[in-house]
């Protein structure tokens, strides 16, 4: 029983950043069900984070913390989509990178608000509940979103988006939806990042957590909502484990591991035209 | 005035290793459709490779140059034949390139961490011409010259390379369709790997002139070149080697000239805010085409 509770105290914060970086990564993933490769969701979460960050420090309650800071997301996702989707999606992967850019140029220039190179320390930890509860709300919306009008909208949207407006989906509508979501996501998952870290500078929300949770989600599995949860779970889990191998070579082997991933298993971990496929040889072979 | 001319030559030498790293940064997005993230890295490997021959074999300056471009384009063949190849063979996206590329960017970055110690290493200071050409009217170091002139020399190579020789209508015909390359006669699996060699080498240029330039071999240095190289692409308009090169001059002169004249805090988002300016009004660049898809 000892050893339980002594495994949960060294790992107890790599569960709470799998949490943090699913919220990312499922922030991620609505873009990218909708068609587009998008690294605004740091952008979101900076929004997000630094709110958050300012919020707590003027000791205002976590609901509302985390209530603002998700409308805070959201208010950018859609001054993003607004402007970016115009653009087709290559470049929009490329315009939402240079916004990543500047991004860290506005966080270390308006020092009021994110306090600049110094950044801004948090004077609470994240409770662990409420994380857990936060994730769990969301990942629920998720599963509601992925049968509903929207998610077979966007698959669709995302598979041939000729034959969606054929089909009468207005593409308009469901990206700038998928925006929102991923908006109000990311900022909270901002927010929880920052308090879980109880440290924000303007290198925490830069390329290294985009790539993060780009890996994450399509490590996972980028064609159902399970699949970003789990993708950031092994994507953080990795590297402790990594670490405990091979210490001195972790980030090599968090490179190799996801190299492995893309080349033998592309669509990611999860992925339901796999599992269809081998439903039906199944049915047909019996 | 000389302090004007002086930042003008500055600028001029920075931006050429923009222009020169991303020339070899479009070469393969504009080829190959990969937005690499590791290409930084292979600018780092350069540095170092051109670095170690330095150190060891005490060579004249072109062959340590010719060392990294070298090294750069070994490592250029290896990521892609291991990481792009295995994705092409199945038809897979530009997403799928992107993410094996992050992948090696981890690995060679980390590596390249290990092997200079974790810190920024420079050249030694009788491997390279380090004189200065002129002292009057304004001081010109031997090495902005070289930068420049190799921006020059490597802008007009590659430009007749790809528009005049067989070899840069193989390379474009692979970039547009790969089958329909290969029924026309042309290697198609050979052409990609002499892409990313040309690209490595390129990009590897760019990191040896700038490991020696700002006396900063590390992995560092390929990151600072990537995202300003990547600026560059895209205000030039990535199909077109001349816009790079001048895109990439022009953002070296205004970052030395925001930073000296304005405020040395607003350098980088200035170079970003018209990265964004230019992908959100003019996508295909100063010099590209618009290019046609199906809807």
């Known amino acids: 029983m000892d050893n339980l509770s002594d495994l949960w105290a060294t790992y107890r914060s790599t569960v709470a950043f799998a949490m943090v970086n699913a919220m990312f990564a499922l922030s991620t993933y609505v873009v990218l069900s909708a068609g587009f490769l998008s690294f605004s969701t740091v952008v979101f979460g900076a929004m997000g984070g630094f709110v958050g960050a300012q919020m707590v420090i003027h000791g205002l309650p976590l609901a509302i913390v985390f209530i603002v800071s998700g409308l805070a997301g959201l208010l950018v996702s859609m001054v993003v989509a607004a402007v970016f989707l115009r653009l087709n999606s290559h470049w929009m992967a490329l315009a939402s990178l240079a916004l990543v850019l500047i991004t860290r140029v506005v966080v270390l220039n308006a020092t009021t608000l994110t306090g600049g190179v110094n950044g801004l320390g948090i004077p609470m930890a994240l409770p662990l509940d409420w994380l857990t509860g936060i994730l769990v709300l969301t990942v629920l919306a998720f599963y509601a979103l992925y049968h509903s009008w929207f998610g077979i909208a966007s698959r669709v949207l995302r598979e041939d988006p000729s034959v969606a407006a054929c089909m009468g989906v207005d593409l308009r509508k469901v990206q700038f939806i998928a925006f929102g979501i991923s908006g109000i996501v990311g900022g909270v998952g901002g927010a929880a990042m920052a308090m879980l870290l109880q440290y924000i500078s303007p290198d925490t929300f830069f390329l290294g957590i985009a790539f993060t949770m780009i890996a994450a989600t399509v490590l996972g599995g980028s064609y159902h909502w399970f699949g970003p949860v789990l993708g950031a779970a092994v994507y953080t889990a990795l590297p402790s484990l990594m670490q405990f191998i091979v210490p001195s070579l972790q980030d090599v082997a968090n490179g190799v591991f996801l190299l492995l991933i893309m080349v033998f298993l592309p669509r990611g971990l999860i992925d339901p035209r796999a599992m269809r496929l081998r439903r039906s040889a199944k049915g047909r072979s019996s | ?295």
């Open chain 2, 1 to 295: 005035m000389e302090l004007f001319a002086s930042q003008l030559l500055n600028g001029l030498s920075l931006g050429s290793l923009y222009g020169l790293f991303g020339i070899g940064f479009g070469l393969v997005f504009a080829t190959l459709g990969i937005l690499n993230a590791a290409q930084g890295c292979y600018a780092s490997w350069a540095a170092i490779a051109a670095l170690v021959v330095a150190e060891r074999a005490g060579l004249p300056f072109p062959l340590i140059m010719f060392a990294g471009m070298g090294a750069a384009a070994v490592v250029a063949v290896i990521v892609d034949q291991m990481g792009f190849q295995p994705l092409r063979a199945r038809g897979a996206d530009m997403l799928g390139a992107l993410i094996t590329s992050i992948a090696f960017w981890m690995i060679l970055d980390s590596l390249a961490g290990f092997a200079t110690g974790q810190q920024s290493l420079s050249f030694p200071p009788q491997s390279y011409p380090g004189q200065m050409l002129l002292t009057q009217p304004v001081p010109l170091p031997a090495m902005q010259l070289i930068a420049i002139l190799a921006l020059v020399v490597v802008a007009i190579g590659t430009h007749l390379l790809m528009t005049r020789s067989a070899i840069g209508s193989a390379i474009r015909a692979v970039g547009w369709n790969p089958v329909s390359a290969a029924l026309s006669g042309v290697n198609s699996r050979y052409v990609i790997m002499l892409t990313a060699a040309l690209s490595g080498a390129i990009s590897g240029l760019a990191g040896t002139l700038g490991g020696v330039l700002t006396s900063n071999v590390s992995f560092t240095l390929g990151q600072g070149l990537m995202l300003k190289g990547f600026a560059a692409v895209v205000v030039g308009g990535y199909s077109d080697v001349r816009g790079t090169a001048i895109a990439g001059v022009v953002l070296g002169i205004l970052e030395v000239f925001v930073g000296q004249y304005f405020s040395a805090s607003y350098r980088d988002a200035f170079t970003y805010s018209l990265l964004l300016v230019f992908l959100l009004v003019k996508p295909q660049g100063l010099f590209g085409k618009g290019s046609f898809v199906r809807a």
